[in-house]
């Protein structure tokens, strides 16, 4: 069973300029979660969601969205970046069973310069 | 290799001893616990994890001890090995809640000598 996918694995980018991301899950899987993780802040968690469905969101502003696909695939894109959007971004597919585990992708290095 | 974290706390231990890395959660409302493992250049890796209503659970090589009155959790790696240098990270959430909004702690380097 292939793993989380993530694409593309490293990006760079100027401020101000927006950036998409892409996710694929596990198959079967239709909760994906997405997380950014800095030196400074460590793993902290975006937004999730279900069904093609917004399910939690975390503190993050405006700039940071998401959208799920009927496939369960999702992107998420950042608008307007700024320096300290720099960082690696996770995402983590779990199936629907509430003791099931989130399995992670490798992420996709994100410098904004 | 891609750098996770700066100025984590290192654990450093030799190859053959056990392995202790603590994490202090912060919700009272979490009654599920998660380590991850997550080495250079890769997301985190499930480990193991326990729900409140236990102490300590096992794994091969792991054990998760779990202490409510203090918020205090910690993972055991018996006979560490140079495969086990990694970082890892604990994390917490609401037991049947999704596994999204996982509350992670700020990792703990673990390097193992030779």
């Known amino acids: 069973k292939a793993g989380v996918t993530q694409t593309p694995r490293y990006l760079i980018k100027t401020r101000g300029q927006q950036v998409t991301l892409s996710c694929s899950p596990i198959s079967g899987h239709r909760s994906v979660s997405w997380y950014q993780q800095t030196p400074g802040q460590g793993l902290q968690f975006l937004f999730e969601y279900f069904s093609e469905t917004q399910r939690n969101k975390g503190n993050f502003p405006g700039r940071f969205s998401g959208r799920q696909f009927s496939n369960s695939r999702s992107e998420m894109n950042v608008s307007t970046l700024e320096l300290g959007d720099s960082a690696l971004y996770l995402c983590?597919?779990?199936?629907?069973?509430?003791?099931?585990?989130?399995?992670f992708g490798q992420g996709t290095r994100l410098t904004v310069v | 290799g891609e750098s996770v974290g700066l100025h984590l706390p290192t654990l450093s231990v030799q190859e053959g001893d056990n392995s202790i890395i603590n994490c202090a959660y912060s919700n009272s409302a979490s009654d599920y616990f998660i380590w991850y493992k997550q080495e250079s250049g890769k997301g985190p890796q499930f480990i193991i994890d326990i729900r409140s209503n236990m102490d300590k659970r096992q794994g091969q090589r792991v054990t998760v001890l779990l202490n409510k009155t203090v918020k205090h959790l910690s993972l055991q790696i018996a006979a560490t090995q140079p495969g086990d240098s990694a970082v890892y990270f604990c994390?917490?959430?609401?037991?049947?809640?999704?596994?999204?909004?996982?509350?992670f702690g700020k990792g703990t380097k673990l390097s193992v000598k030779p």
């Open positions: 994390a917490e959430k609401e037991y049947g809640g999704s596994q999204g909004n996982l509350i």
């Open positions: 983590a597919s779990s199936s629907s069973d509430e003791s099931s585990q989130a399995f």
